[in-house]
Protein backbone atom coordinates (compact mmCIF):
# COMPACT_ATOMS: atom_id res chain seq x y z
CA UNK A 1 0.00 0.00 0.00
CA UNK A 2 3.13 2.69 0.56
CA UNK A 3 4.27 1.83 -3.23
CA UNK A 4 1.34 2.80 -4.19
CA UNK A 5 1.31 5.72 -2.20
CA UNK A 6 4.94 7.07 -3.16
CA UNK A 7 3.88 6.28 -6.63
CA UNK A 8 1.50 9.14 -7.23
CA UNK A 9 3.76 11.80 -5.18
CA UNK A 10 5.07 14.73 -7.24
CA UNK A 11 8.96 13.97 -7.70
CA UNK A 12 10.94 16.34 -10.30
CA UNK A 13 14.01 14.87 -11.09
CA UNK A 14 17.35 17.11 -10.74
CA UNK A 15 18.32 18.66 -14.32
CA UNK A 16 21.76 16.84 -15.69
CA UNK A 17 22.66 19.89 -17.40
CA UNK A 18 21.98 22.28 -13.85
CA UNK A 19 23.98 19.60 -11.39
CA UNK A 20 26.51 19.24 -14.66
CA UNK A 21 27.56 22.36 -15.73
CA UNK A 22 26.15 24.84 -12.89
CA UNK A 23 24.15 26.74 -15.07
CA UNK A 24 20.45 27.19 -14.84
CA UNK A 25 18.54 28.46 -17.91
CA UNK A 26 15.38 30.17 -17.04
CA UNK A 27 12.13 29.05 -18.80
CA UNK A 28 11.43 31.95 -21.35
CA UNK A 29 14.89 33.34 -21.69
CA UNK A 30 14.66 34.43 -25.06
CA UNK A 31 19.04 35.61 -24.51
CA UNK A 32 19.89 31.94 -26.21
CA UNK A 33 18.20 33.11 -29.43
CA UNK A 34 20.62 33.56 -32.08
CA UNK A 35 20.43 36.88 -33.90
CA UNK A 36 21.35 37.15 -37.35
CA UNK A 37 24.91 38.30 -36.35
CA UNK A 38 25.27 35.18 -35.25
CA UNK A 39 23.91 33.17 -37.71
CA UNK A 40 26.32 34.55 -40.20
CA UNK A 41 28.95 34.21 -37.91
CA UNK A 42 28.68 31.39 -37.51
CA UNK A 43 27.98 30.45 -41.35
CA UNK A 44 31.61 31.86 -41.73
CA UNK A 45 33.39 29.66 -38.90
CA UNK A 46 31.44 26.33 -40.93
CA UNK A 47 32.46 27.56 -44.41
CA UNK A 48 36.75 27.73 -43.49
CA UNK A 49 36.23 24.42 -41.44
CA UNK A 50 35.20 23.09 -44.47
CA UNK A 51 37.41 24.58 -46.69
CA UNK A 52 40.32 23.13 -44.59
CA UNK A 53 41.09 19.58 -45.50
CA UNK A 54 42.79 18.84 -42.07
CA UNK A 55 42.31 18.52 -38.35
CA UNK A 56 40.74 21.02 -36.54
CA UNK A 57 40.87 22.40 -32.95
CA UNK A 58 37.79 24.56 -32.48
CA UNK A 59 36.60 25.75 -28.92
CA UNK A 60 32.86 24.86 -29.79
CA UNK A 61 32.81 21.28 -31.40
CA UNK A 62 29.87 22.13 -33.07
CA UNK A 63 30.90 23.91 -35.69
CA UNK A 64 33.13 21.00 -36.37
CA UNK A 65 30.34 18.96 -36.41
CA UNK A 66 28.19 21.53 -38.78
CA UNK A 67 31.14 21.24 -41.38
CA UNK A 68 30.67 17.43 -41.25
CA UNK A 69 34.21 16.74 -39.74
CA UNK A 70 35.78 14.86 -36.76
CA UNK A 71 35.67 16.76 -33.38
CA UNK A 72 39.51 15.78 -32.39
CA UNK A 73 38.55 17.38 -28.42
CA UNK A 74 35.91 18.76 -26.30
CA UNK A 75 36.97 21.84 -24.97
CA UNK A 76 35.66 22.74 -22.30
CA UNK A 77 35.96 19.51 -20.56
CA UNK A 78 39.35 19.22 -21.35
CA UNK A 79 39.67 22.77 -19.96
CA UNK A 80 38.08 22.06 -16.71
CA UNK A 81 40.09 19.11 -16.01
CA UNK A 82 43.25 20.82 -16.92
CA UNK A 83 42.22 23.90 -14.02
CA UNK A 84 42.02 21.25 -11.62
CA UNK A 85 45.01 19.01 -12.95
CA UNK A 86 43.21 16.19 -13.64
CA UNK A 87 44.51 15.91 -17.40
CA UNK A 88 48.20 15.84 -18.72
CA UNK A 89 47.86 19.17 -21.01
CA UNK A 90 51.46 18.39 -22.33
CA UNK A 91 50.35 16.13 -25.18
CA UNK A 92 47.60 18.97 -26.43
CA UNK A 93 50.64 21.36 -26.30
CA UNK A 94 52.95 18.94 -28.25
CA UNK A 95 50.21 18.50 -31.18
CA UNK A 96 50.07 21.98 -31.21
CA UNK A 97 53.89 23.05 -31.45
CA UNK A 98 54.06 20.02 -34.15
CA UNK A 99 50.76 21.69 -36.22
CA UNK A 100 48.79 18.44 -35.90
CA UNK A 101 45.66 20.66 -36.78
CA UNK A 102 45.55 22.89 -39.47
CA UNK A 103 43.15 25.39 -38.18
CA UNK A 104 42.81 26.60 -34.45
CA UNK A 105 39.61 28.69 -33.98
CA UNK A 106 39.65 30.32 -30.66
CA UNK A 107 36.60 32.37 -28.98
CA UNK A 108 37.92 35.67 -27.40
CA UNK A 109 36.40 36.74 -23.89
CA UNK A 110 35.27 39.91 -23.24
CA UNK A 111 37.89 40.99 -26.09
CA UNK A 112 40.49 39.85 -25.03
CA UNK A 113 42.07 37.91 -27.07
CA UNK A 114 43.06 34.14 -25.89
CA UNK A 115 40.70 31.28 -25.16
CA UNK A 116 37.45 30.56 -23.35
CA UNK A 117 37.90 27.54 -22.08
CA UNK A 118 41.30 26.41 -22.19
CA UNK A 119 44.19 27.19 -20.23
CA UNK A 120 46.20 31.10 -20.96
CA UNK A 121 49.29 28.30 -21.88
CA UNK A 122 47.83 27.31 -24.68
CA UNK A 123 46.38 30.26 -26.69
CA UNK A 124 49.79 31.43 -26.27
CA UNK A 125 51.28 28.41 -27.58
CA UNK A 126 48.84 28.41 -29.92
CA UNK A 127 49.88 32.58 -30.92
CA UNK A 128 53.66 30.75 -30.75
CA UNK A 129 52.91 28.17 -33.60
CA UNK A 130 50.16 29.26 -35.38
CA UNK A 131 49.37 32.57 -37.82
CA UNK A 132 46.38 34.92 -37.26
CA UNK A 133 44.51 34.11 -40.53
CA UNK A 134 41.34 35.80 -39.97
CA UNK A 135 38.94 36.99 -37.54
CA UNK A 136 34.85 36.46 -37.57
CA UNK A 137 33.08 38.09 -34.77
CA UNK A 138 34.52 36.63 -31.70
CA UNK A 139 36.19 33.72 -33.38
CA UNK A 140 39.74 34.17 -34.04
CA UNK A 141 40.94 31.35 -37.09
CA UNK A 142 44.45 30.61 -36.91
CA UNK A 143 46.39 28.24 -39.48
CA UNK A 144 49.64 26.18 -38.93
CA UNK A 145 52.30 28.35 -39.62
CA UNK A 146 54.61 27.12 -42.52
CA UNK A 147 57.87 25.84 -41.68
CA UNK A 148 61.12 27.36 -43.86
CA UNK A 149 61.08 24.37 -45.66
CA UNK A 150 57.69 24.28 -47.06
CA UNK A 151 57.95 27.83 -47.80
CA UNK A 152 61.49 27.49 -49.94
CA UNK A 153 60.71 26.26 -53.53
CA UNK A 154 61.26 22.84 -54.51
CA UNK A 155 63.90 22.48 -56.56
CA UNK A 156 62.68 20.20 -59.89
CA UNK A 157 64.74 18.09 -60.97
Known sequence: FLVQI???LPLSPKPVFTSTYGLEIPPGTES???TDT???TGRAVV???EAAPGKIFCESPGYILSAHKLAEFQPYQYGKLAAI???NT???YTLIESSFFELVILQEQNNKAGSVYMPAKFAETVKEHYDLKRKIGD???YVARKTEQETLPQDPK
Open 6 to 8: CIY
Open 32 to 34: FIP
Open 47 to 49: AEI
Open 90 to 92: EKL
Open 139 to 141: WSI
Open 38 to 40: DLQ
Open 85 to 87: GKI
